[in-house]
């Protein structure tokens, strides 16, 4: 496994295509990949715990192997440069194509230790959803009952202009959420994947932390030219998430 405290130009072209430099970690295979601004304590901790380079469609390969979420750093990415520029304390952790263990099922995983390695006041993690999911995005918490996840959600709703489906669990534990509408309606439904057993969500909330899980279906990071770029929907989800977190701490 590699350890990359990566302090290089993020972006090729901003917000868009990183750099050469940092594709080659991001597209590579056991590379924990962590980018800082600021000082710890971190106002919020983002991981990636399943990232992998389009069509790389499993990881874990060595013990099991589950589904990754291809490209899921590029609106990691755009959320903790968004972060940056407004002068927030971050860090970023991602892991690249874990061959062995599930990164944020395992607390012995070196992607869970990272994310706890420092003080931080928030942890979110960025997942990607298949094509099949009826919601665009999903915001849960899984057992994590000291976040206030619809606080964050309506924040992110909002800072998203009302764009896609959003649903929001409503209790720490449970799959009932709200279901946000791009109409502006709102209505009780179900969530697919709460994150009810993420093993790094459960750890947070004994270590003191809130902690969210966020699911983004392809169009927030599959390019139709099948290029690791950010893809027009990964730029917004991206910056409303970085705005979000600020206008979270700012109430």
Not at 131 to 139: A, G, K, T
Request: proline share 5%; hydrophobic share 35%; with cysteine.
């Amino acid at each position: 496994m590699k350890r990359i405290n990566f302090e290089g130009e993020i972006w090729a072209i901003k917000n868009k295509k990183p750099t050469q430099e940092l594709l080659s970690f991001l597209t590579s295979k056991d590379c924990l990949l962590v980018l800082r601004t600021g000082e710890p304590p971190y106002k919020v901790t983002l991981g990636v715990p399943h990232q992998a380079a389009i069509r790389e469609e499993y990881i874990c390969e060595k013990e099991g192997k589950r589904v990754s979420d291809e490209n899921t750093a590029s609106y990691a990415l755009v959320s903790f440069t968004t972060l940056r520029d407004q002068g927030m304390p971050c860090k970023l952790v991602i892991m690249a194509h874990s061959t062995t263990t599930d990164p944020n099922k395992d607390l012995k995983n070196p992607y869970c230790q990272e994310i706890f390695r420092n003080p931080t006041c928030l942890i979110i993690e960025c997942h990607g959803a298949n094509q099949s999911r009826i919601l665009d995005l999903e915001l849960s918490a899984g057992n994590n009952k000291l976040a206030k996840t619809l606080n964050f959600g309506r924040l992110l709703v909002s800072e998203l202009e009302h764009r896609y489906t959003v649903g929001v669990q409503e209790q720490a534990g449970k799959k009932n959420a709200i279901i946000f509408y791009p109409t502006g309606k709102e209505k009780e439904g179900k969530l697919k994947t709460p994150a009810i057993s993420t093993a790094s969500l459960k750890e947070a909330e004994k270590k003191q932390i809130s902690a969210l899980h966020l699911e983004a279906k392809p169009l927030f990071r599959k390019p139709i030219d099948l290029k690791n770029i950010v893809t027009s929907d990964g730029l917004i989800l991206g910056k409303a998430l970085g705005y979000a977190i600020i206008k979270f701490f700012d109430k």
